[in-house]
């Protein structure tokens, strides 16, 4: 019995560790795979993780869209970025709404934020000026694909 419940249990374990998830950003250590700088933004800090569970942690929104320049797409599992409404809290990217508002600045300057809630993204572009982008449109603009 002792034997099989640690062979249920170490199946149990590598079942758990194969889960492709994001790790958690340490705000004030980690830095950007992109730019080399700190990340301290808990409000537009980014992350992808690759099929294979590797991730790579960056400042902005911006880095991680550059970076996406020189990477296989379809080595991605996740695209992540923080809900700016919500600090340190990352969002699927795909689902998110993005605001460019030169009211709003972001670490590398290209003014762009993201929001969960495409009502709280208008809120906030109606409050400040600037331009809304779905996921697609954003991959557009930084010439992705």
């Known amino acids: 019995m002792t034997n099989r419940f640690i062979f249920v249990s170490l199946i149990l374990l590598i079942c758990a ?3 492709i998830s994001p790790k958690p950003i340490n705000y004030g250590s ?3 795979h992109f730019c080399s700088m ?3 933004d808990k409000q537009h800090a980014a992350q992808i993780v690759t099929k294979k569970g590797k991730a ?3 400042d902005a929104v911006e880095c991680m869209m550059n970076h996406l320049r020189d990477l296989d797409m379809a080595s991605v ?3 992540m970025v923080n809900d700016f409404q919500a600090p340190g809290e990352l969002i699927d990217a795909k689902k ?3 605001l460019i508002s030169k009211e ?3 670490p590398m300057g290209e003014y762009l934020s993201a929001f969960s809630s495409s009502v709280e993204a208008e809120q906030i572009e109606a409050e400040n000026s600037g331009k809304l982008y779905s996921w697609d449109e954003l991959l557009t603009r930084f010439k992705v694909q």
């Open 38 to 40: 700190t990340i301290v």
């Open 17 to 19: 560790s194969c889960e």
């Open 77 to 79: 599992e996740l695209f």
């Open 30 to 32: 980690d830095g950007c």
């Open 104 to 106: 709003i600045p972001s």
């Open 96 to 98: 998110a709404t993005f």
């Open 56 to 58: 790579f942690k960056f």
